[in-house]
């Protein structure tokens, strides 16, 4: 038997057992990026091998959380892919005028920056009054982030231009404020978004969505994974509602390509058929 094969086995064990154990299911995740993080793991716990985590996850919570900390993908950014950003803004927002109420449902939003962009975009249409914004996320952490709306002033300066590059109507900074070596997004952007627990693996659906976020989620899932999460957002999207994902994704697969139509070849927003 290779080690390679043996690596392998060792990683669908831990997966196994983090699942059984705590009910957070890695198992259709994409296997070498995950295996990547698992080894990254091993060497920051100086352990041997994968296989002498399983122990310590099983009896361990605060082991545990560690390793979920560093199996969850957390990347995220104000207006991240400035030009996807404008797309919405000009193929999306007219359609949402139409509607007398707008649900927003932000799967897979980690610490919240996504959410609070379209809260931003919504306000700049008229459209925040009316508007419910739903962020999801496995990691609990990450939502005491989003909730609290407290953000780090590094990365504020490109946050603005990510702003300015999207189309902003006005300034970015109308909307936080600055204390000490952080800033706080506004109120009104606050109360209108709604964040809680959902596991994409095996949650439900949310029902009369008119526009879903998910962006660079679906990279880190299987072909399988992939389409039961496009069917879902399926699901929960009204007639002629919008999937907004990330540019390095594509709803191009067989079993799901006759549930979403793509704006525009450039375009990384879907409409539902």
């Given at each position: 038997m290779s080690s390679e094969k043996l690596a392998d086995i060792e990683s669908s064990l831990l997966l196994e057992a983090v699942y059984?154990?705590?009910?957070?299911?890695?198992?259709?995740y994409t296997f070498p990026g995950m295996q990547k993080r698992?080894?990254?793991?091993?060497?920051?716990?100086?352990?041997?091998?994968?296989?002498?985590?399983?122990?310590?996850?099983?009896?361990?919570?605060?082991?545990?959380?560690?390793?979920?900390?560093?199996?969850l993908v957390t990347v995220t950014d104000f207006f991240r892919d400035p030009d996807a950003y404008k797309s919405l803004k000009e193929n999306v927002m007219p359609a949402l005028r139409t509607y007398p109420y707008i649900n927003v449902w932000c799967a897979g939003c980690a610490t919240g920056e996504e959410a609070y962009s379209v809260a931003i975009m919504l306000k700049e249409a008229g459209l925040l009054g009316r508007s419910q914004i739903y962020a999801t996320d496995?990691?609990?952490?990450?939502?005491s982030v989003g909730k609290e709306g407290i953000y780090s002033l590094k990365r504020l300066g490109q946050n603005a231009d990510n702003y300015r590059l999207a189309g902003?109507?006005?300034?970015?900074?109308?909307?936080?404020?600055?204390?000490?070596?952080?800033?706080?997004?506004?109120?009104?952007?606050?109360?209108?978004?709604?964040?809680?627990?959902?596991?994409?693996?095996?949650?439900?659906?949310?029902?009369?969505?008119?526009?879903?976020?998910?962006?660079?989620?679906?990279i880190y899932f299987n072909e399988k994974l992939q389409t039961h999460v496009v069917r879902l957002f399926h699901k929960s999207l009204v007639r002629n509602g919008f999937l907004f994902m990330g540019e390095s994704e594509r709803i191009d697969y067989e079993t799901s390509i006759n549930l979403f139509e793509l704006i525009k070849s450039t375009s990384c927003v879907y409409k539902r058929q």
């Open positions: 059984r154990r705590y009910g957070y299911d890695f198992r259709s698992l080894e990254a793991f091993v060497q920051t716990e100086h352990l041997n091998s994968v296989s002498d985590m399983i122990p310590r996850l099983l009896h361990d919570n605060l082991f545990f959380n560690r390793l979920l900390s560093s199996l496995i990691n609990n952490k990450s939502l902003g109507a006005g300034d970015f900074s109308q909307y936080y404020t600055t204390k000490y070596n952080a800033f706080k997004m506004d109120k009104e952007l606050r109360e209108r978004i709604l964040f809680s627990r959902h596991n994409l693996v095996n949650d439900g659906a949310f029902a009369e969505m008119h526009l879903v976020f998910c962006r660079n989620v679906c």
